[in-house]
């Protein structure tokens, strides 16, 4: 439990309740990776597919289509000849940029940890 927080069953459960509503808006294997790719700015449905790696064009659909229903993008649709498609990302989306951030820097610590605690291991089998 946060240092704030006192230690009792219904604080826990809401904290639980809070995490899975959290998981449920920006979870799974993409969401998070499609917000990153569009913080550089609008993108067109094949840059964004190009972009995140090992998406399938449904999915990352899908995907965008969630994302727009709970306000996290924005599509724009530029009628001219041919008709064009942006992605953008939303005011409301900047509100999870500090969980980005903080998965991003948790993430190169990770990768470093495993990568030391490989090298460690290694050395000690010698």
């Not at 569009?38 to 998406?55: C, S």
């Amino acid at each position: 439990m946060l240092a704030n927080q006192p230690h009792t069953i219904a604080a826990c459960n809401a904290r639980l309740a809070a995490v899975g509503d959290a998981l449920y808006a920006i979870g799974g294997k993409w969401k998070l990776r499609i917000i990153v790719a569009l913080m550089e700015g609008p993108r067109r449905f094949n840059d964004l597919q190009r972009t995140v790696a090992g998406i399938s064009a449904r999915v990352l659909s899908n995907e965008l289509k969630e994302m727009e229903m709970n306000d996290f993008i924005k599509r724009n649709v530029y009628v001219q000849t041919p008709v064009i498609v942006e992605y953008e990302l939303t005011e409301y989306s900047r509100t999870v940029m500090p969980v980005v951030e903080a998965l991003s820097e948790w993430g190169t610590q990770h990768r470093a940890y495993v990568q030391n605690k490989g090298r460690e291991e290694s050395a000690l089998a010698v």
